[in-house]
């Protein structure tokens, strides 16, 4: 086989040469082997134990150390909000208690009052609802609800105070008692707090105060730049027209309230059945009395003007006052009463009518009742009426005396002068010594109008003449704008 040496290239010990034969390198490859040396089987064993040991505590970093402080004190500022919503929410939730809201109420009416139940409610707007409000006299509000604001809330938890908005009472009735009981405390309520601007009454009925029909909406208000509650309006809501009144409360229970009324196609209460265009009054009221230091209404047939008191004495009530105008059209008020649906607008009319002329009134006014609704419904006004222009349609007087007879006697009168006293009231018109003249002609009588336009009476017509006087006497029929004459 060869030589027994081996072919393998060797450095033998104890020599510093080698024994290397060039021609064996070809026969050899040298071979990479994987093989942990000392110190990386130290390492592997220092991972094992590290891994098989139990965990280290490290040191807490500078940043883990902010974490822990910043969390700390945003607990604390919870905590102290906490604390102080639950201190101050105390005195807001015994105020809007029922116990809290009758003690609110009670001491800006002056009177005790009752609350069945009050609730906060977010939705649709955050409001409180005071339920079932009961006072004196049989006074019943049925509901109040008291609008507020975010804002005011939480200003209100600052500040420990019952912050609220406008106050809102549902629909109710008042009798005049009660509402002048409310109309008295008007100025105690500027106790409420200053937050509460506006107390509104969405529709209110006043049953027996004939001089207010239907509903109204009752607004007060602070004044303007004051702490004080000092302007009521009160705007009727079911009427054709608009109808306003303003009312300033009495400086003390027993002292006197003063009002305005403006209105626009307004029938009043009381009185003719007639839709005023316009009307204003101003005057003062208490619990006994009501004067109204002056009126004017208008129409198309004219304005009236006037004043009037109606007091409480010893037997019941009493309305004395007058009204005036220097400018009552016949013609215009005959088709006015002949067809009030129209009352608003201008005659479209050209048709004439049996009477004409312009009337100057001057009417006192009087009435008694045992309450003063009933005086007003019993009114009466008289007075003395004169007639300017004064034509008669339909009849020549003076051709009806000198012939004796009504009949074939039509034409037209007319009069220089016409004097005559009226008594209007609920029940129609009562004209007396009616007195007018033309020449030689005289004419006199007296004659009614009702309800239902129906004209009675008689009238004497008579002409003098150097032969004589003729006279005739004529009975007057039919209705005020269609009249027949026997």
């Given at each position: 086989m060869g030589s027994n040496e081996s072919k393998h290239s060797h450095v033998e010990f104890g020599t510093t040469r080698s024994r290397w034969d060039p021609d064996a390198g070809a026969d050899f490859a040298i071979t990479t082997?994987?093989?942990?040396?000392?110190?990386?089987?130290?390492?592997?064993?220092?991972?094992?134990?590290?891994?098989?040991?139990?965990?280290?505590?490290?040191?807490?970093?500078?940043?883990?150390?902010?974490?822990?402080?910043?969390?700390?004190?945003?607990?604390?500022?919870?905590?102290?909000?906490?604390?102080?919503?639950?201190?101050?929410?105390?005195?807001?939730?015994?105020?809007?208690s029922p116990k809290g809201v009758e003690s609110q109420i009670g001491d800006a009416l002056g009177f005790p009052v009752s609350v069945r139940a009050t609730e906060l409610?977010?939705?649709?707007?955050?409001?409180?609802?005071?339920?079932?409000?009961?006072?004196?006299?049989?006074?019943?509000?049925?509901?109040?609800?008291?609008?507020?604001?975010?804002?005011?809330?939480?200003h209100g938890l600052r500040s420990s105070n019952w912050v609220l908005g406008e106050a809102r009472v549902a629909p109710t009735e008042l009798t005049g008692e009660q509402a002048l009981k409310l109309l008295q405390a008007v100025r105690r309520a500027s106790r409420l707090s200053a937050a509460v601007s506006t107390i509104r009454f969405e529709s209110v009925a006043f049953p027996d105060l004939v001089l207010m029909p239907g509903r109204y909406e009752v607004v007060v208000r602070r004044g303007v730049g004051q702490r004080e509650f000092d302007a009521v309006t009160a705007s009727r809501l079911d009427a054709r027209g608009q109808t306003e009144f303003e009312i300033k409360p009495p400086m003390?229970?027993?002292?006197?309230?003063?009002?305005?009324?403006?209105?626009?196609q307004w029938q009043a209460g009381v009185g003719p059945a007639v839709v005023w265009s316009e009307a204003t009054a101003q005057g003062d009221f208490s619990a006994g009395r009501l004067q109204v230091e002056s009126f004017s209404v208008g129409a198309r047939f004219g304005n009236l003007n006037g004043s009037a008191l109606v007091e409480q004495d010893g037997q019941g009530w009493r309305l004395t006052g007058t009204a005036r105008s220097a400018d009552?059209?016949?013609?215009?008020?005959?088709?006015y009463l002949a067809s009030p649906a129209g009352a608003d607008a201008p005659a479209e009319s050209t048709a004439s009518t049996p009477f004409r002329g312009i009337a100057k009134i001057d009417l006192a006014l009087a009435g008694a009742g045992t309450t003063?609704?009933?005086?007003?419904?019993?009114?009466?006004?008289?007075?003395?009426?004169?007639?300017?222009?004064?034509?008669?349609?339909?009849?020549?007087?003076?051709?009806?005396?000198?012939?004796?007879?009504a009949i074939g006697a039509g034409g037209m009168t007319r009069l220089t002068d016409l004097d005559l006293v009226a008594t209007g009231s609920a029940d129609g018109l009562v004209v007396r010594n009616l007195a007018g003249r033309a020449g030689s002609l005289r004419v006199r009588g007296g004659f009614s109008v009702d309800r239902q336009l129906q004209l009675r009476g008689a009238i004497r017509s008579e002409v003098a003449s150097p032969r004589g006087v003729a006279g005739v006497d004529?009975?007057?029929?039919?209705?005020v704008s269609a009249p027949t004459y026997q």
């Open positions: 082997v994987n093989v942990p040396d000392r110190l990386d089987a130290q390492e592997v064993r220092a991972r094992a134990s590290v891994d098989s040991g139990p965990p280290s505590v490290r040191r807490f970093h500078r940043d883990d150390l902010r974490r822990v402080i910043g969390w700390l004190l945003g607990l604390a500022v919870l905590g102290g909000i906490v604390w102080a919503g639950a201190r101050l929410a105390g005195p807001v939730r015994a105020a809007i409610r977010l939705l649709p707007s955050p409001r409180l609802v005071v339920s079932d409000v009961i006072g004196q006299g049989g006074l019943r509000l049925p509901e109040i609800s008291v609008n507020f604001n975010w804002r005011d809330a939480l003390s229970p027993d002292g006197k309230a003063e009002f305005r009324l403006f209105a626009s009552v059209a016949i013609e215009e008020l005959i088709r003063a609704a009933e005086a007003l419904r019993r009114a009466v006004a008289s007075g003395p009426v004169s007639v300017s222009g004064a034509t008669w349609a339909g009849m020549n007087l003076g051709l009806a005396a000198t012939q004796g007879s004529i009975r007057l029929g039919g209705t």
